[in-house]
């Protein structure tokens, strides 16, 4: 449930939004806020959204733990 947290560590524009924790309950949720929080997290994109190289530090940690 590491991504439960993430709206805490990543920045306000980094598109990803904050998930309530009864979200978390059904597996089928907790997939989809997986791969959402994949997407968000994927270096891919953040070079896409312009992401500076703190925030791609960031982001490429948070990825790593997601793997």
């Known amino acids: 449930?590491?991504?439960f947290f993430f709206f805490q560590i990543l920045w306000p524009n980094?598109?990803?939004l904050a998930i309530p924790l009864s979200n978390l309950i059904e597996m089928a949720k907790v997939k989809k806020a997986y791969?959402?929080?994949r997407l968000c997290?994927?270096?891919d994109k953040l070079q896409q959204r312009g992401?500076?190289?703190p925030q791609?530090?960031?982001a490429?940690?948070?990825?790593s733990i997601l793997q």
């Open 35 to 37: 791969q959402r929080a």
């Open 51 to 53: 992401a500076t190289p």
């Open 41 to 43: 997290l994927h270096p």
């Open 60 to 63: 490429e940690k948070a990825f």
């Open 1 to 3: 449930f590491f991504f």
């Open 56 to 58: 791609k530090y960031l």
């Open 14 to 16: 980094s598109g990803w």
